[in-house]
């Protein structure tokens, strides 16, 4: 069964102070695994798409970076609205036309001025 | 472009109740899809559609219908709902070729 399990569940950052959310996943074979933003009552928005073991994206403060077994989202000297509940999911191989994406439960991240 | 968008915002039902949640896209996208998200359990997939006049169930389909008749909408219908609907419903898009999907607004639906 393919799982997606996101940590920590919350976070708490001084404006400046860079860190790291982390996205473990088990999946018989990964078509992709996507890291998106969710403002409180509000949509998930896409941020990333990896592929492969040792690609990296960036977006501004956003870094993400995936191995095999998991994948991080660097937030390099984060702003008060970088803060949003961050998710991951991936997508596996036998989802085929379903597209069917496995989300994790996600981290809250609260940046402090 | 308006995106993806979805009517009501919030909706209050009654056990046994049914109703219809509005989606539509305006990116001419083929694939269009339904997630309800609960606390700590993440988004899950109630069904999805690969263009108009075809749809499949997703992970969590029981106590739903849906229908495409049109690329643009991708309305939900709850049968009779209960309780155990109450959730956050998503609605998404995206190209078929894509791997980026696009989310509505949701609609929070509280059964009582």
């Known amino acids: 069964e393919d799982q997606v399990t996101q940590s920590p569940e919350a976070l708490r950052l001084q404006e400046g102070e860079s860190s790291s959310l982390n996205c473990s996943y088990t999946v018989s074979g990964l078509r992709g695994l996507f890291w998106y933003r969710q403002d409180p009552g509000k949509g998930p928005e896409f941020l990333f798409t990896l592929y492969s073991a040792g690609e990296e994206k960036e977006k501004e403060r956003l870094k993400a970076t995936l191995t095999k077994k998991e994948s991080f989202l660097h937030i390099t000297a984060p702003k008060p609205e970088d803060s949003a509940t961050y998710l991951c999911?991936?997508?596996?191989?036998?989802?085929?036309?379903?597209?069917?994406?496995?989300f994790g439960s996600g981290t809250q991240l609260t940046v402090l001025p | 472009n308006a995106g993806v968008t979805q009517t009501p915002k919030f909706q209050v039902l009654k056990t046994g109740q049914s109703m219809t949640l509005q989606c539509a896209q305006d990116?001419?996208?083929?694939?269009m899809s339904w997630y309800r998200q609960d606390p700590g359990m993440g988004l899950r997939l109630i069904h999805y559609s690969v263009g108009a006049g075809i749809t499949d169930q997703g992970e969590v389909p029981n106590g739903y219908n849906v229908s495409r008749s049109t690329t643009e909408d991708f309305p939900l219908r709850l049968l009779s709902a209960a309780p155990s609907q109450t959730s956050v419903y998503f609605c998404a898009s995206s190209y078929l070729k894509g791997n980026e999907q696009f989310f509505g607004p949701g609609t929070r639906l509280t059964v009582l």
């Open positions: 990116m001419n996208h083929e694939y």
């Open positions: 999911a991936v997508r596996p191989i036998s989802s085929g036309s379903a597209r069917q994406l496995t």
